[in-house]
């Protein structure tokens, strides 16, 4: 299929739901769906209005999905505070992001979200010691990332 074809179905998709991004999504989903069943949508005897048709499904259901989504927000209230944006909380985000996700996980989960070693063991699917590991060894990683090397074991500079 041309690609004037896609170019037409997303102006015509940009018409139904006045998002120029929200249209071309949903008509790249609606060729999607196309290519699950090639020979199908190739016997076709109009598959521009098959793909309309489609997109058009697409957007509608996005649509509602986005409202479900919208009043779900509204009813727990306004999103928490701005995180904390202290020069030392973001060295500590920093050396973070430079830890292996697993040791990032528990101790983002432990320290940030207060959860203890057990519930973090059954929220990751691991064993309790697991989680303990995870959490001396990320400890031990973070103080070497943000101890500066002249600096005296054990002092956390946020600096650099």
């Given at each position: 299929m041309p690609g004037g074809s896609f170019r037409r179905l997303v102006v015509q998709i940009y018409a139904v739901t006045g998002d120029l991004s929200e249209a071309q999504e949903a008509v790249q989903e609606a060729f999607t769906k196309a290519l699950v069943a090639p020979g199908r949508f190739a016997r076709l005897d109009n598959p521009e209005?098959?793909?309309?048709?489609v997109a058009v499904n697409v957007a509608r259901s996005r649509h509602r999905r986005r409202?479900?989504?919208?009043?779900?927000?509204?009813?727990?209230?306004?999103?928490?505070?701005?995180?904390?944006?202290?020069?030392?909380h973001l060295a500590l985000l920093d050396?973070?992001?430079?830890?292996p996700e697993a040791?990032?996980?528990a101790l983002a989960l432990h320290y940030l979200v207060d959860l203890p070693v057990e519930e973090i063991a059954?929220?990751?699917?691991?064993?309790?010691?697991?989680?303990?590991?995870r959490l001396s060894r990320g400890r031990q990683a973070?103080?070497?990332?943000l101890t500066e090397p002249d600096a005296t074991p054990g002092r956390i500079d946020a600096r650099s």
């Open positions: 209005a098959w793909l309309r048709r409202r479900v989504l919208d009043r779900l927000l509204l009813r727990i209230g306004p999103p928490p505070a701005v995180a904390d944006r202290s020069p030392e050396a973070m992001r430079e830890l040791q990032r996980t059954n929220t990751l699917g691991v064993s309790a010691g697991t989680v303990k590991s973070l103080a070497a990332l």
